[in-house]
């Protein structure tokens, strides 16, 4: 059954941890690994992909979703994570379930509430459910399931409600304006009640009993009731077990382990997911290496953790500097993946929502509207600032995802433009002070020329090409915060 309504929810899981779970995280990504790989099975295993690890299994046509958490507390049906884990399983099981058999897993090294009696019989289960624990679980889960979904429901409804409200006072009495406003606020509504029917056929498919007997028993849980510290011991001790039973491994095991574990950091820190996957034929090609390979590789990262630490926040702390300085490597680096930076272009609805949430912005639009209005453009006036407002807030939603998703690189790039276009703007502000036959309008054009050549030396500096718009949007974010002029005041 194809439930793409569904899709509304599906959650983007791109961001990488930096706390205590991102060692136990990777090293349960990596045991993965290893197990296939001794299996034999040619499993496709991508990092933080829908969720924490993924295994795809093309041939049998078999996929798993694990969710790995480290955490000191423990869980009931209540915590938070157990919800969000469950609410995300069932998307991607509404998602994969017509192509797939699936298995969804919940890891962790903590242990279940003493008084979550419910979920100490589901995890015990392990998919064994007699009629009435399973009648139980599947009322619990489709409320949980449920209870997602109107609470985004009634967040998209009061989104597109602001947006009638914000065109109905713009209402006058002009009726050749008043019309356009009137067909706006018709097209969103439209668009709010096809919303609310998808909304509708989601709360259908969780109904059926029969969807939810069948997720439910999908669903594993591994509570492994030991500390931090001692589930990453004992998983670093597994998989030095399992590599030291690879035949066609002649290095020391350690050595190895802090290689394909580098090998999985940097799988899962990649902006596409086609770069996020760990293969048979790649640990193959990885265990072919040369000891001093994998050395110079894994850069004593993670074959220093095992020589040069007592305690397990010495060992996390010194893997996440050295991991930070390997990135800022990668980030000069001419071989980098990232060949281009577009400038991603948002809706209207979202554009507009941003404009009403955010009280500093509705200030710095007025700032550029009248900063425009002064060019001098007459009836192309209101056409740039459409123009103008389209860019910089698309500019600014788009670094927010970026800083969201963990696209660390390229947000850092747009950040390192930035700084630049913004010299440029403050050293062309002193100038036009000075001068005393300044054209507002001759100054607008040949800017952008100035920031066109300036993003020109950027590219060639960092080796990736740059969209045009990108310099443009900030420069009109610069004039909305009002450093930048555009006429004489």
Not at 107 to 136: F, H, P, V, Y
Not at 153 to 177: H, L, N
Not at 344 to 361: M, N, P, V, Y
Request: proline share 1%; hydrophobic share 35%; glycine share 2%.
């Amino acid at each position: 059954m194809s439930n793409s309504e569904l899709a509304l929810f599906k959650k983007d899981t791109d961001a990488i941890a930096t706390n205590r779970g991102f060692l136990y995280q990777y090293l349960k990504t990596l045991n993965t690994w290893i197990k296939n790989f001794i299996e034999g099975n040619k499993v496709e295993i991508y990092c933080e992909t829908e969720d924490d690890i993924k295994e795809l299994d093309l041939i049998n046509s078999i996929v798993r979703f694990s969710q790995v958490k480290c955490y000191s507390t423990s869980f009931s049906l209540k915590s938070e994570d157990i919800q969000k884990s469950i609410f995300n399983f069932f998307i991607l099981y509404a998602e994969y379930n017509c192509k797939y058999s699936g298995e969804f897993q919940f890891i962790t090294n903590s242990m279940i509430s003493k008084r979550s009696t419910l979920l100490k019989k589901w995890a015990k289960s392990n998919g064994d459910l007699n009629k009435d624990l399973l009648d139980e679980l599947i009322d619990e889960v489709k409320s949980i399931v449920k209870d997602f979904i109107n609470k985004e429901k009634d967040a998209q409804i009061k989104k597109y409600d602001d947006m009638v409200s914000t065109r109905v006072s713009k209402m006058s009495s002009d009726p050749s304006k008043d019309s356009k406003i009137q067909q706006s606020i018709d097209q969103i509504q439209s668009k709010k009640s096809h919303l609310i029917n998808q909304y509708g056929k989601a709360i259908e498919y969780v109904e059926n009993d029969r969807v939810l007997k069948d997720f439910v028993a999908k669903i594993k849980w591994v509570f492994e009731e030991k500390s931090a510290e001692e589930s990453i011991e004992i998983l670093k001790a597994e998989n030095i077990e399992l590599i030291s039973k690879i035949k066609q491994i002649e290095g020391a095991p350690k050595t190895m382990e802090a290689r394909l574990l580098t090998e999985v950091f940097h799988k899962s820190s990649q902006s596409l997911v086609e770069h996020r996957v760990l293969t048979h034929d790649l640990f193959l090609k990885i265990i072919k290496e040369s000891e001093e390979e994998m050395l110079k590789k894994a850069d004593m990262i993670l074959v220093s953790i095992y020589f040069r630490f007592d305690t397990l926040e010495g060992k996390l702390d010194t893997l996440i500097a050295e991991l930070v300085d390997k990135e800022k490597e990668r980030f000069t680096n001419k071989n980098n993946e990232i060949q281009k930076i577009d400038l991603h272009f948002f809706e209207d609805e979202e554009i507009e929502q941003l404009l009403i949430e955010k009280e500093e912005e509705k200030k710095n639009q007025s700032n550029l509207e009248k900063k425009i209005s002064n060019i001098g453009l007459d009836g192309d006036t209101d056409f740039l600032i459409s123009i103008a407002t389209t860019n910089r807030c698309s500019y600014l939603l788009y670094l927010e995802e970026l800083r969201l998703s963990g696209r660390t690189i390229e947000y850092k790039l747009i950040k390192s433009l930035e700084q630049k276009v913004r010299r440029l703007c403050f050293n062309q502000v002193r100038k036009n002070q000075k001068d005393e036959n300044f054209n507002s309008h001759k100054f607008w054009l040949g800017f952008q020329d100035v920031l066109t050549e300036e993003s020109r030396l950027f590219e060639k500096d960092k080796d990736i090409e740059i969209d045009d718009e990108i310099v443009f949007a900030q420069m009109y974010q610069i004039a909305a915060e009002c450093p930048l002029r555009w006429h004489k005041e």
